[in-house]
């Protein structure tokens, strides 16, 4: 009888980020959000060059933590999950331990979509979600073997999600979503009339 085994893992780290009604408030998050992205004049110019639909302050404001109480409450909610992750990564780290390098907010409205990307530099990665309105759109997950797999056929429908190349997940507001960095990701459109709102975040 033939044996198959699974050698390797892409792992997804999932969680509330906070316990509901202990820590982060989502509504004073959600208006943090709201206020700095109306304030961030650089971050609009930025994503008007660029053609990003919606807001990031990825390239304009990189002190989140330091600028508002709030982003430092989710640095160290974070700082938490990270290390769990880390743990059950497996990675020794000696005395070391990762540090946030980066923390950054996206608001997509109708229409928008974030396109397929890594984030180099980093060595876990992801996103915490603060508004998830109905319709909106799913995070897109893609098998990090696909540009290997040349004349490999479609996978069936009923096939396991371990054999798809690509998952979808729809995260609930208040949950964090983390993986290694090397992992390709993409938002397909919000199909929802109100913004999707998360802050996501690289730690190296």
């Known amino acids: 009888?033939?044996?198959?085994?699974?050698?390797?893992?892409?792992?997804?780290?999932?969680?509330?980020?906070?316990?509901?009604?202990?820590?982060?408030?989502?509504?004073?998050l959600e208006d943090e959000c709201?206020?700095?992205?109306?304030?961030?004049?650089?971050?609009?110019?930025?994503?008007?060059?660029?053609?990003y639909p919606g807001y990031t302050s990825y390239a304009s404001l990189n002190d989140l933590a330091w600028r508002s109480p709030v982003f430092a409450g989710v640095t160290r909610a974070l700082d938490k999950h990270v290390a769990a992750f880390?743990?059950?990564?497996?990675?020794?780290?000696?005395?070391?331990?990762?540090?946030?390098?980066?923390?950054?907010?996206?608001?997509?409205?109708?229409?928008?979509?974030?396109?397929?990307?890594?984030?180099?530099?980093?060595?876990?990665?992801?996103t915490t979600y603060v508004a998830m309105?109905?319709?909106?759109?799913a995070l897109k997950l893609e098998d990090p073997r696909l540009p290997m797999m040349m004349m490999s056929p479609l996978r069936r429908k009923d096939a396991g999600r371990e054999l798809q190349p690509f998952v979808y997940l729809t995260p609930e507001a208040g949950e964090v979503l983390m993986w290694e960095s090397w992992l390709r990701h993409e938002v397909p459109i919000?199909?929802?009339e109100e913004d999707r709102i998360s802050v996501s975040f690289n730690y190296g």
């Open 34 to 51: 709201l206020a700095t992205a109306e304030d961030d004049t650089a971050g609009q110019d930025w994503c008007e060059a660029h053609g």
């Open 133 to 137: 309105p109905a319709g909106t759109s």
């Open 190 to 192: 919000n199909r929802s």
């Open 86 to 126: 880390a743990d059950l990564l497996g990675f020794d780290l000696g005395r070391r331990k990762l540090k946030c390098n980066a923390l950054w907010i996206n608001i997509l409205p109708q229409g928008g979509t974030h396109a397929s990307h890594i984030h180099p530099h980093s060595v876990i990665s992801g």
């Open 1 to 28: 009888m033939a044996d198959l085994s699974n050698l390797f893992v892409t792992p997804l780290y999932r969680a509330r980020l906070t316990e509901k009604g202990r820590g982060i408030d989502l509504a004073e």
